[in-house]
Structures are given as structure tokens and as C-alpha cells.
Nanobody, 127 residues
């Protein structure tokens, strides 16, 4: 059974940084696409960043470009999201996602691509 477990969320002031981690287990192959999503209260879930595992190709939402960095450590079965210069509008539940089927050579921020999801980690940014 595939499991994705996020950690690293918390409360920070605007301008601060956090690093989210997503540890994968129960999957014997490399995922074809991995990403981070977020959902704020009353809003739809949106893609934040994605990565093509093993190739390094990444894709970011315009709202986080230049501030967030997605990366992976295949040996540790872990994906990261480094978040710098955080803003109050970054406040949301952040989810890790992975695809066992769909490939994303240039990254992909569409929800429908991903068939495995974590439970989420809360990020709160105060002004």
C-alpha cells in the first residue's frame, strides 16, 4: 500500500521559511511525477510545484516562482518543498502527491495527474 507522509509544516511570520518533506513508502518503483499542492479554507486545491523524478525537471505556480523550490532525494524516498519569503496568502494545508502512471517531463500541476495523496501538513503565515 502506497503511503505519502508530509511533515515540516508550522506557523511562521511573513518573510520566514519552512521546508516541507514527503516520505513515500510501499512503492517499489520510481514515481512518474510528484508534486506539492495546497488548499486554503474556502478555496480549491491548487498545484504549487511539481518535479519529474530522476530527471529534475520542475514546474511552479506563478504565485510561488522564485520563492519555493521543489527537490527530491530518491535514495531517501523523500521529496521536499523549500519555502522562502513566505506570505500570509501562502497559508494553507499542503499536500504531497505522486503519480504511478502519468509521466510529467516538464512537470504538471493538474490534480487529475496524481493518484496518490498524503494527508497534508498545515502551513500558517502571519503578517
Amino acid at each position: 500500500q502506497v503511503q505519502l507522509v508530509e511533515s515540516g509544516g508550522g506557523s511562521v511570520q511573513a518573510g520566514g521559511s519552512l521546508r516541507l518533506s514527503c516520505v513515500a513508502s510501499g512503492y517499489n518503483y520510481r514515481f512518474n511525477c510528484m508534486g506539492w499542492f495546497r488548499q486554503a479554507p474556502g478555496k480549491e486545491r491548487e498545484g504549487v510545484a511539481s518535479i519529474y523524478p530522476g530527471r529534475g525537471a520542475t514546474n511552479y505556480a506563478d504565485s510561488v516562482k522564485g520563492r519555493f523550490t521543489i527537490s527530491e532525494d530518491n535514495a531517501k524516498h523523500t521529496m521536499y518543498l523549500q519555502m522562502n519569503t513566505l506570505k500570509p496568502e501562502d497559508t494553507a494545508m499542503y499536500y504531497c502527491a505522486a503519480s504511478g502512471g502519468f509521466h510529467c517531463p516538464t512537470g504538471n500541476l493538474a490534480n487529475k495527474v496524481y493518484n496518490y495523496w498524503g494527508q497534508g501538513t498545515q502551513v500558517t503565515v502571519s503578517s
